[in-house]
């Protein structure tokens, strides 16, 4: 019951606190935008740093291909080799190339996905892992639901092309793009400037269509898209002096704009906020002298020029900033006390000893059996 309330109180915590850093970062003058929408988080903690109709449900376009990536690395294997459909071949837009029956690694259509924006690479993906689009749209749905969260997206295709039920907001993107560069390998390929492309249809150098990968100094990836009724999307993260940053900008007029307006949320975030962190095996200590540890590494967002302050109550860790608002609250896993260990550790071995005396014994046993003693 103690540790129900205690949960309880985190809830309420946590609810002000978010409400608490949107008011200061609002008061650290946050970036004027175009884009209709957007929103920076901490791509560690995942603190929202800045929103604009973070909420709103928008048209994505061609950065669903996160999604799609994410989900082939993560379901498929990428040494596979996938075999082109006809139906591939004439997905609109921009494309790879691929001739029907061409035979390609699945980490090669990924590639062609995410760096050139390869539509049909999309179509090709998607047929392999799941049989058809639709089916991919729905194993789609399902994966950034229940695996990231993402609670107010719908996808009906793996590129992005137009459609009236195909959907995100930049919160869903923002923590799409959070979860999917925690993987080294789609971290890797989103982050690809350029690369030789040796296709049956196309040989060429292919180059990635984020401009931010060249022109903002730190950025690691994600993807750039448009079409007319998405206007221009961007998706992006960036990493200076160990905080990373995420930014989500939709619907900007022009695709200037929309880098623009990212600059802009970069800048903001690397300026006024820094991520925290604490790791995994640093242990903690209740005034009881109970020793606790947090089984995974922890990240918090604080303002620049402040530093946190952590304590445990009870069995949570509890973090505050300067100003003694609560950033973090996590349970910790208790350590067990050496000398019970040491306890522990001699019961076994009595009872180990006892087990090899009693074997002894009984192996002494059956050897005078045999000789009728």
Known sequence: MKKIMHLMLITAIAFFTASHFSVHAHQASSPQLTSEAAILIDGKSGQVLYEKNAQQKMYP??????????????????????????NATTTDGTRVYLVEDEVVYLERLVQGLMINSGNDAGTAIAEHIAGSEEEFAAKMNQFVREEIGAENSNFTNPHGLYHADHYTTAYDMAIIAKYAMQNETFKEIAGTKEMEWNGEGWETTIYNHHRLLWDYEGTTGVKNGFVSQAGFTLVTSAEKEGTELIAVTLKAPTAEISYDDTGKLLDYGFANYYTGEIGEDKVFESTDGQEYQLGANAYVTLAADTTMEKEVDEDFLVVRGDDGSVLLEKELIPLEDPSEIEEENNELNKKEDAEVEVQQTNWLQRLLSLFNF
Do not use: F, H, P, R
Not at 61 to 86: D, F, H, M, P, R
């Open 61 to 86: 376009a061609s950065i669903t291909k996160i999604v799609t990536a994410i989900i082939a690395i993560e379901q498929g294997n990428l040494l596979e080799t996938v075999t082109v459909s006809e």
